[in-house]
């Protein structure tokens, strides 16, 4: 069994109060469709997340302004991307099992599964129209469109002889930094944050998001067939790809730690720093 099946949420120790209020707020948006035949399965879905993302967007939010409903409203809607996302990779990679339970499609059957995939969008696109604010509607639209293409072009490799560093990092890139690029955007744009802080976050987010695949590939490569365990497959010595891939974990993280130093001082930016450091030690 591999770790992402066992584990206990690392960041419920240090961030608790956060992410009872952003279950909450969860909580708050599911309610709204009780009546609709969604609302279990989705409930079944949205169990036993980390809320990484959501915990950007909130502390980044923070790091430049106040943080109010809208913020945690927003946090739902990277949280749903995330889970119609993990719906529909589990298909694909034919998972057996997700945190230490069925994967949606082994408990609800592949058709719910794809149904349920259309109805998140639906509830992402609601939450959007209520914050009513252009820009959030087209980060949260640029980032499913390239989660999407990631998943595509990772679908395309895993049958190529030809895989490439730079093909692994552009799908991480696509399939994993941009969601958590965009909970980092959106957080400083609501937060009210300059043109520089959202940049600044922007790239915080980006390369934390790279920096946590490669942990999270680091870790369970043995468990997985991914495209890390094709470049190890065909290198001649698998521990130059796993010296390569020690560097390229700390490079980012380097790099996600330097784009907060565009952010002001305060307890908002030592907690994504204190984020970082744990994702990268647990996650």
Not at 143 to 158: D, F, K, P, V, Y
Request: with cysteine.
């Amino acid at each position: 069994m591999d770790r992402k099946n066992f584990e206990i949420n690392p960041l419920i120790k240090d961030f608790e109060s956060y992410i009872a209020k952003v279950n909450d707020a969860i909580k708050q948006e599911l309610d709204l469709y009780s009546a609709s035949e969604f609302f279990e399965p989705l409930q079944y879905s949205l169990e036993g997340g980390k809320r990484i993302r959501p915990l950007i967007l909130i502390l980044s939010t923070e790091s430049v302004g106040k943080c109010d409903e809208n913020a945690y409203s927003a946090s739902c809607a990277v949280e749903l991307l995330h889970t119609e996302s993990v719906i529909h990779d589990d298909i694909i990679d034919n998972e057996i099992l997700r945190r230490r339970k069925d994967p949606f499609h082994i408990k609800y059957g592949y058709n719910t599964s794809i149904i349920t995939g259309d109805f998140v969008l639906g509830l992402i696109l609601n939450i959007s129209s209520r914050l009513d604010n252009a820009r959030i509607g087209r980060e949260l639209a640029i980032t499913a469109m390239m989660m999407s293409e990631g998943e595509m072009i990772e679908t395309r490799l895993e049958t190529s002889e030809d895989v490439t560093f730079d093909d692994y990092v552009k799908v991480m890139e696509y399939k994993t930094a941009t969601a958590f690029e965009a909970a980092a955007k959106i957080g400083a744009i609501l937060g009210g944050g300059t043109e520089e802080q959202i940049l600044a976050l922007a790239e915080y987010g980006k390369n934390m998001g790279i920096a946590y695949q490669i942990r999270d590939d680091l870790q369970d490569w043995n468990n997985e067939d991914k495209l890390f365990n094709t470049l190890i497959k065909k290198s001649s010595d698998p521990r130059i790809v796993f010296d390569r891939m020690d560097a390229m974990l700390n490079d980012y993280s380097k790099k996600a730690k330097t784009a907060l130093r565009k952010i002001n001082d305060g307890p908002a930016r030592t907690r994504l720093e204190s984020l970082l450091d744990l994702t990268m030690l647990s996650v």
